[in-house]
């Protein structure tokens, strides 16, 4: 196939949508396909290809307070003008909401068919970041697009529910992959816990970006439990003040290759707050990892944590339930243990391999149908 995505955001900005497309792209170049990735520009130096695809960049700014997040401008006709010259089979439109958005109506307006994956809760962000009179018109600029695509595909049951609630058809569950070779018990590292926890405390951790969206904030309720040692793991605009918050918690940055790894497969309970999550990759890894989470009872943790056999949910806002949670599991290393190896064998069969290999079928089928709704034979309902 001749595959082009049009990225949200992509390299060197590294988060949920670029390293799902990562592991897309690896998945592409094994089978030989062509591909083309039409993504915001950088101000770094960026490749010009990844993973065998090529990469064309559109002008783009950066977004207040994410530095490193740039959007893009710009019509729909240089977009158009993009797809008509690599002539796609499909079009891939990863978590599209700005360039997503033109993407859509450059591939209708060449006849193209689109997969339009959803992955990130823009409008659940605007509330969250204090703007809640943009949630209604980001919610427009949502079900627009995915109206618009031939094919939606979302990462977990919460998400369907909450597309299908707003008017989106051909709404279907693509989950994300995880690499279970790298995330794996056997990486867990004396050397990193006694770096983090020099006393032999429980370690409970947080991965992920420091940003407003994930509540690591709520994680000040753990403070005081004995014989524990909070340890965040990742950077974000949020550092200096969860820093000032979380005064007793390990902050060791940016992690990330074999020593993120290690990092997660060090920890003897993972915790995640936050509320708006679609998926949420980490808590995957973590449980790769043989880690046993507890996470807010929200969106993509939902699928991912089997409460009471691979962790706990608390509900959200609960904060005391969330320490609760959390105290039983430092206080019964058995109880942790048998959650842990729970977790591990609960996503063995969630390779990118497998779940690339669905997505593969979902292009052909897209493809297929719309080629039958254009004959007009009957397409997707």
């Given at each position: 196939m001749k595959v082009a995505i049009v990225a949200e955001s992509f390299l060197p900005d590294m988060n949920g949508v670029t390293h799902s497309l990562l592991?897309?792209?690896?998945?592409?170049?094994?089978?030989g396909d062509e591909v083309l990735v039409i993504a915001p520009s950088t101000t770094a130096d960026a490749p010009r290809r990844v993973e065998g695809a090529t990469v064309w960049r559109l002008p783009a700014m950066p977004v207040a307070g994410y530095r490193n997040v740039r959007v893009a401008v710009g019509g729909v006709a240089r977009v158009r003008a993009m797809l008509a010259a690599f002539n796609p089979d499909i079009v891939h439109l990863a978590s599209p909401f700005v360039l997503g958005w033109r993407?859509?109506?450059?591939?209708?307006?060449?006849?193209l068919p689109t997969v339009a994956v959803?992955?990130?809760?823009?409008?659940?962000?605007?509330?969250?970041?204090?703007?809640?009179?943009?949630?209604?018109?980001?919610?427009?600029?949502?079900e627009?697009?995915?109206?618009?695509?031939?094919?939606?595909?979302a990462p977990s049951t919460d998400a369907i529910n909450q597309l299908r609630g707003h008017g989106v058809p051909r709404v279907e569950l693509w989950r994300r992959g995880v690499d279970t070779g790298r995330f794996h018990p056997s990486k867990r590292s004396e050397a990193f816990r006694r770096l983090v926890a020099p006393r032999g405390e429980t370690v409970i951790g947080y991965v992920g970006r420091l940003a407003l969206e994930k509540q690591v904030a709520d994680?000040?309720?753990?403070?005081?439990?004995?014989?524990?040692?909070?340890?965040?793991?990742?950077?974000?605009?949020?550092?200096?003040?969860?820093?000032?918050?979380?005064?007793?918690?390990?902050?060791?940055?940016?992690?990330?290759?074999?020593?993120?790894?290690?990092?997660?497969?060090?920890?003897d309970l993972f915790v995640h707050p936050g509320e708006l999550e679609t998926f949420c990759q980490t808590i995957q890894e973590?449980?790769?990892?043989?880690?046993?989470?507890?996470?807010?009872?929200?969106?993509?943790?939902?699928?991912?944590?089997?409460?009471?056999?691979?962790?706990?949910?608390y509900q959200p806002g609960e904060l005391g339930e969330l320490r609760g949670y959390v105290e039983d599991l430092v206080g019964d290393g058995a109880?942790?243990?048998?959650?842990?190896?729970?977790?591990?064998?609960?996503?063995?069969?969630?390779?990118?391999?497998?779940?690339?290999?669905?997505?593969?079928?979902l292009y052909s089928e897209t493809i297929d149908r719309h080629a039958r709704q254009g004959a007009g034979l009957g397409g997707f309902k």
């Open positions: 592991k897309i792209l690896q998945h592409l170049k094994q089978r993407g859509v109506r450059a591939a209708q307006q060449l006849g959803y992955q990130t809760d823009v409008p659940g962000y605007a509330a969250k970041y204090g703007m809640p009179f943009l949630e209604n018109w980001a919610w427009a600029r949502v627009r697009i995915h109206m618009a695509a031939t094919r939606t595909l994680l000040a309720v753990l403070a005081g439990i004995p014989g524990t040692r909070l340890v965040v793991v990742g950077d974000g605009p949020q550092r200096q003040e969860l820093q000032e918050a979380l005064p007793h918690a390990h902050f060791t940055g940016f992690v990330a290759g074999e020593k993120l790894a290690a990092a997660m497969a060090s920890l973590a449980m790769a990892s043989g880690v046993p989470v507890v996470a807010t009872g929200r969106g993509g943790p939902l699928d991912l944590v089997d409460s009471s056999r691979t962790g706990w949910l109880k942790r243990a048998a959650f842990g190896s729970a977790a591990r064998a609960a996503v063995e069969g969630r390779t990118w391999a497998v779940v690339c290999g669905q997505l593969m079928e």
